[in-house]
């Protein structure tokens, strides 16, 4: 039985990642956050392990072996109404990249990670309304 080839080639997700995390850096609201998160000496590291992370969501390789959630915890600078503009972002620079069905699927990954770190930074059921 022959094995089906990766939905997005390496090469889809190299350009994915560094097109969508120049914008990043570009932002005014994100950029500043990510720029003192990485450091200006980080961000090829930070990039390749994105990539892993990133073909790991979509073809399954299980490059990726971080845990995203410790990783934003330790930003303090993160507030839930970040989620907004960062997806914004991802899903224009999906769109310009991808056709739109392969779009939508990277989109919706990309949903359901930010609802997920939200539910796992600030989720307080104790906290007072």
């Given at each position: 039985m022959a094995v089906p080839p990766p939905l997005f080639t390496d090469e889809e997700i190299d350009t994915l990642v560094e097109t969508f995390y120049a914008r990043v850096r570009r932002h005014h609201r994100l950029g500043p956050i990510f720029e003192e998160a990485v450091g200006a000496d980080?961000?090829?590291?930070?990039?390749?392990?994105?990539?892993?992370?990133?073909?790991?969501?979509?073809?399954?390789?299980?490059?990726?072996?971080?845990?995203?959630?410790?990783?934003?915890?330790r930003i303090p600078q993160l507030t839930e109404g970040l989620f907004m503009p960062w997806l914004n972002l991802f899903h224009q620079t999906c769109v310009e990249l991808f056709d739109a069905p392969r779009a939508a699927i990277v989109g919706?990954?990309?949903?359901?990670?930010?609802?997920?770190?939200?539910?796992?930074?600030?989720?307080?059921?104790?906290?007072?309304?």
């Amino acid at each position: 039985m022959a094995v089906p080839p990766p939905l997005f080639t390496d090469e889809e997700i190299d350009t994915l990642v560094e097109t969508f995390y120049a914008r990043v850096r570009r932002h005014h609201r994100l950029g500043p956050i990510f720029e003192e998160a990485v450091g200006a000496d980080g961000w090829p590291h930070h990039l390749a392990t994105l990539k892993d992370f990133w073909s790991s969501v979509l073809n399954t390789t299980g490059r990726y072996k971080g845990s995203p959630m410790a990783v934003h915890q330790r930003i303090p600078q993160l507030t839930e109404g970040l989620f907004m503009p960062w997806l914004n972002l991802f899903h224009q620079t999906c769109v310009e990249l991808f056709d739109a069905p392969r779009a939508a699927i990277v989109g919706q990954k990309a949903e359901r990670i930010a609802r997920s770190l939200k539910l796992g930074l600030f989720f307080n059921p104790d906290a007072v309304a």
